[in-house]
């Protein structure tokens, strides 16, 4: 699928969404990766650096009960270790598409509840670029699969959510020249962290 069809798409299903009667409301997440174990193809020992955050149209089907349709940007930076003779750098942009459910219904006191988030994300565009002392290369479009899942506490419009993510992100026609052959690019990471989020 090119990728302004893609773009295309994700924008009519959201304002659609968004402008349904029972779309009362709207959440802001920000995740911090506290842990992260990643295989970058065509780079080797190397740190994957990520940010990410979430805005997502919530649905409510039952009192305890949400859907969500929700847009998430990631971004991640990529380095060689500085003893690589071909001293490659990464930087890759990703926009998904999220598709989610969430359940509050376990009360604690009057104004906290436990929550429990999870989710599909499904890449609809994406940029990346590598540049090495021999070579560089570009790509503009994507493909892949992420998920995420989490328990959290909600105290009114706050939540605060201990998460689990992972992401397969393979970006079209991006590789390295690694001792004299060529390798695709792709990413593969797993995390755990922390999520702030808002709901309005």
């Known amino acids: 699928m090119k990728s302004a069809l893609k773009k295309s798409i994700l924008a009519v299903f959201m304002l659609c969404f968004a402008t ?5 409301k709207a959440k802001i997440r920000f995740l911090f990766p ?4 990643n295989v970058t193809d065509g780079f080797e020992n190397a740190e ?4 990410e955050f979430v805005l997502a149209f919530l649905l409510p ?3 305890n009960t949400q859907l969500g349709l929700g847009y998430s940007y990631f971004n991640a930076r990529i380095e060689d270790p500085t003893s690589s003779s071909e001293g ?5 942009r990703a926009h998904l598409m999220e598709l989610g459910a969430g359940y509050s219904g376990f009360e604690l006191t009057r104004n906290i509840s436990l929550l429990f988030d999870a989710s599909v994300r499904i890449p609809v565009s994406g940029q990346a670029e590598v540049k090495g002392n021999q070579d560089s290369a570009e790509a503009s479009s994507i493909s892949g699969m992420g998920y995420f899942f989490g328990p959290g506490v909600a105290y009114g419009k706050m939540e605060i959510i201990l998460f689990y993510q992972r992401r397969n992100l393979s970006f079209d026609d991006l590789t390295v020249l690694r ?3 060529r390798q695709d690019v792709a990413l593969h ?12």
Do not use: D, N
Not at 34 to 37: E, F, G, I, W
């Open 20 to 24: 349904q009667a029972w779309a009362v």
């Open 34 to 37: 506290v842990s992260t174990k």
């Open 48 to 51: 994957l650096r990520t940010s």
């Open 61 to 63: 089907v039952s009192r």
């Open 88 to 92: 490659y750098k990464g930087i890759f």
């Open 179 to 181: 001792k004299g052959k």
């Open 189 to 200: 990471s797993t995390e755990y962290g922390l999520g702030l989020g808002y709901t309005f």
